[in-house]
Structure formats: structure tokens, C-alpha cells
């Protein structure tokens, strides 16, 4: 009755043989962004906030969000819009059945995260 061999064989899938795959790792990413977005938006309502408040609260909020590192965070932010964009259209073409082989809804994968990249490059030039 009992399994001798139990404490021999590997779980399934083992950390050491799993090798996570695009369309999983673009997945977290996409939960990822949305949530950074969250708080990238409580800080814009922050600083709308502070804008109608009084001119101290938006002169400290303006400081912060127009420093070097409210820059980074912003252009973050900008490239997890563009990024959840770009996979929320690719769920829509999921969502139509097409596209979901191996091969194609890796290449979505890629066009995600490569087109994210661009389009963030070109609203920061064109801005």
C-alpha cells in the first residue's frame, strides 16, 4: 500500500526543471503594471489634491513628483500604460480565439514588451 519510492521522485513542476515561459512571465507583468498603476494614479490624484488645497501642499507635491526620481516613476508609469495596453489587446485577440498557438502567442509576447519600449521612446520625444 505504501509508495516506497515516494521521497525519490521529483514534484511536477520542480523548481530546478521549470523554465518559466513568455506568455507566463507577460502575464505576471501585466498584474504587475496594473497594479503600479494604482499607485502611480493615487499620486497624480495626490498631487490634484494638493493643487486645490493650498500652495504649500502643491508646492511639496510638485517638488516630489517634478524631482529626478518623480521623473523616473513617471516614465515607469508610462511605459506600464503603454505595456498594459498593448496586453490588454492581446487578451482581446485571445478572446476571439485566434493566435493562441505556441509560436504566435509568444510572438504577441514579444510585441508586447518590444512595442511598450517604443511607443514609450516616442511619447517621451514627442512630448
Known amino acids: 500500500m505504501a509508495d516506497v519510492?515516494?521521497?525519490?521522485?521529483?514534484l511536477?513542476?520542480?523548481?530546478?526543471?521549470y523554465r518559466p515561459q513568455l506568455t507566463s512571465?507577460?502575464?505576471i507583468l501585466t498584474r504587475v503594471t496594473g497594479n503600479a498603476l494604482l499607485i502611480t494614479t493615487l499620486l497624480v490624484v495626490w498631487w490634484f489634491l494638493a493643487a486645490a488645497s493650498s500652495p504649500e501642499a502643491f508646492a511639496?507635491?510638485?517638488?516630489?513628483?517634478?524631482?529626478?526620481?518623480?521623473?523616473?516613476?513617471?516614465?515607469?508609469?508610462?511605459?506600464?500604460i503603454w505595456y498594459h495596453t498593448l496586453a490588454g489587446i492581446r487578451h482581446l485577440i485571445w478572446d476571439t480565439?485566434?493566435?493562441?498557438?505556441?509560436?504566435?502567442?509568444?510572438?504577441?509576447?514579444?510585441?508586447?514588451?518590444?512595442?511598450?519600449?517604443?511607443?514609450?521612446?516616442l511619447t517621451i520625444l514627442i512630448v
Open 97 to 121: 480565439g485566434s493566435m493562441l498557438e505556441i509560436g504566435r502567442a509568444e510572438m504577441l509576447g514579444w510585441i508586447c514588451l518590444g512595442g511598450s519600449v517604443v511607443l514609450t521612446i
Open 60 to 80: 511639496t507635491a510638485n517638488g516630489i513628483l517634478t524631482s529626478w526620481f518623480g521623473d523616473l516613476v513617471m516614465t515607469l508609469s508610462l511605459l506600464g
Open 25 to 27: 512571465i507577460t502575464s
Open 5 to 10: 519510492n515516494r521521497g525519490n521522485r521529483p
Open 12 to 17: 511536477s513542476p520542480h523548481i530546478s526543471i
